[in-house]
């Protein structure tokens, strides 16, 4: 077992609920810093920021340069009303600190930031588990198995308790805790961990906010079970005019290990004006896309090397200029040079979107680096489409017929109606998406706006076409966007008509009374020319009141 250095490192997670001044507390940024410095805190975990895209400049009034003099901070940009988290570390840690990357939840969920302190590899973890939310701590879990280095600290409030019995008090929340916590405890065992506070305090009890007669510990500190004997101790303070929300202090053992050599920085673009944008792609979206390729044998990704060592002009050369690493996505002593290359893959494909249609590195081809960007955008898009498919349904009353698109080979689409789809995205009504998910609803259309550049153009065509290869992973989402858009289209258009979409099957059911039909006929054949996408009509018998139900539609 490692020995001590005798150093430690102090950590505070707060949700504060919010940075921004309040009537109670009007200079709240600089209490929150005045609070760390008086705890003699190095870092301070923070959820519940409640940043926007347009929020910097508003917190430069009110202590966002005095905390740039005295932490190093690190945002999420997700809403100026809900969500966020952000890591703040103490500059005077000094030369004890280098970074070496962090990494953004789309949804505002978490941030994970990798660095060294003491000579000693560190993955710093701040959750905010939204009530709603209930993928964030999966997609984190899968992020961390693969990425996560050195000795691993998971901090924030988690909305749940984990004892019953011990962090809570009266029964008023216990159907929020009950359908939480399993999500946290899965999330426990995946990574094998443990509560710092109970296993410090095994018999205590205590809580971090108080409501009325209800009090439970929802703030939580976890580390893994062969580091959790580092956490020396763990500590909830007193109630606070800042946030209904305790601080909870963990002070970390700091183990003598030999300085690991850190590669060089990336090139940033995470923080810079033009990137502080809602919705930015993760290092665990990046992760994901590649398993996602790998897993299906998908040509140029099944190998551990993401990057081929031979000469590629169709490749274009990513923004930050890094030797090739290599990919192996197993753990292994080169897990940082992993860590490295997806960070260098995100920022890539975060600098495309920023920049987008002006942007002259877009990847182009079927290569490793296309395959993993179109691959993101495609489960993004899917995502998106998902909780379409349970509207509530009824029973059709009349004749239908089945449009069902057919792909032989090279299959095209039109460029002006896949964008108007694309634009279609935004009027998909709110309510219909996940909490978590809403983010997509601001910057889906805006984000795929670029498959102009990124979709293969057909050559000699009269009008602007693009291909829709089969092996591309964008083409089955696409698809399903178009298939989406023809439904709401012709339900727009035709009276009294009843239609289901069968993703799996690429097609559209239309159930229609037969005085329609002739009307129904016209725009079909208007929608495959507007299109170009090729399709097949199949008309069959009226089917009587009593046939299988379908989404009802009103004009």
């Known amino acids: 077992m490692a020995k001590s250095t005798g150093n430690s490192l102090s950590i505070i997670t707060w949700n504060t609920c919010g940075v921004k001044p309040t009537k109670r507390s009007p200079n709240k940024l600089i209490d929150i810093m005045n609070y760390g410095k008086k705890q003699n805190t190095d870092i301070i975990f923070l959820q519940e920021t409640h940043i926007g895209p347009k929020c910097y400049r508003k917190l430069k009034q009110h202590g966002w340069e005095e905390m740039e003099r ?12 809900s969500k966020g988290v952000a890591i703040l570390v103490n500059r005077e840690l000094k030369s004890h600190y280098k970074y070496i990357c962090h990494d953004e939840d789309y949804a505002g969920g978490y941030i994970v930031l990798f660095c060294q302190m003491y000579g000693q590899l560190f993955t710093l973890v701040n959750v905010y588990n939204h ?25 924030g409030d988690f909305n749940t308790v984990l004892d019953l019995d011990f962090d809570k008090r009266t029964a008023s929340e ?4 009950t359908s939480l916590r399993p999500l946290l405890q899965s999330f426990i065992s995946s990574l094998n961990l443990q509560d710092t506070w109970a296993r410090l305090h095994p018999t205590e009890e205590a809580f971090t906010r ?3 007669t209800s ?37 970390v053992q700091v183990e003598c290990t030999i300085s690991q050599v850190i590669p060089r920085k990336l090139s940033q673009i995470g923080d810079s004006e033009t990137t502080r944008r809602q919705g930015k792609i993760s290092g665990a ?11 299906s044998g998908s040509d140029d ?8 060592s031979r000469s590629d002009d169709s490749r274009q050369s990513p923004p930050c200029e890094l030797d090739d690493s290599r990919l192996d996505l197993t753990p292994c002593d080169s897990r940082l040079d992993n860590l490295m290359e997806i960070e260098r893959l995100k920022h890539y494909y975060n600098e495309v979107l920023a920049e987008g249609m002006k942007n002259k590195k877009i990847p182009k081809g079927f290569n490793r680096e296309y395959k993993i960007f179109a691959t993101i955008l495609a489960n993004r898009l899917q995502m998106y489409l998902e909780p379409l498919l349970h509207e509530k349904i009824k029973i059709p009353l009349s004749p239908h017929c089945t449009v069902t698109l057919v792909l032989n080979g090279k299959s095209q ?12 995205i935004k009027p998909i009504p709110l309510q219909n998406i996940p909490k978590e998910d809403t983010i997509l609803r601001k910057v889906l259309s805006q984000d795929l706006a670029i498959l102009r550049k990124l979709l293969i153009s057909v050559e000699h065509s009269c009008v602007h076409k693009k291909h829709l290869h089969h092996d591309c992973p964008l083409t089955p989402a696409l698809l399903s966007l178009s298939l989406k858009y023809m439904e709401d289209k012709i339900s727009s258009v035709i009276p009294n008509v009843t239609t289901r979409i069968s993703y799996q099957r690429r097609s559209l059911k239309i159930y229609i009374d037969n005085l329609g039909v002739p009307s129904l006929q016209d725009y079909l054949a208007h929608i495959r020319e507007q299109s170009g996408i090729e399709m097949n009509l199949l008309w069959t018998e009226p089917h009587s009141a009593s046939g299988t139900p379908f989404r009802q539609r009103n004009p």
């Open 70 to 81: 005295h932490w190093t901070s690190y945002f999420t940009v997700y809403s100026p009303n």
């Open 131 to 155: 009530k709603e939310d209930k993928q964030v701590l999966g997609r984190l879990s899968q992020y961390l198995q693969e990425m996560k280095i050195g000795t691993l600290v998971i901090g």
């Open 174 to 177: 216990h159907r929020r805790h």
């Open 210 to 212: 108080s409501r009325s």
């Open 215 to 251: 009090h439970s510990r929802l703030d939580m500190f976890f580390m893994p079970q062969n580091k959790a004997h580092h956490a020396l101790t763990c500590k909830i303070h007193q109630p606070n005019v800042i946030s209904d929300h305790n601080p909870v202090s963990l002070r």
């Open 285 to 295: 979206e990046v992760l994901v896309a590649i398993k996602s390729l790998t897993d």
């Open 301 to 308: 990704c099944t190998r551990s090397t993401l990057y081929d």
């Open 413 to 424: 689409i039109n460029w002006k109606f896949l964008s108007i789809a694309i634009k279609s």
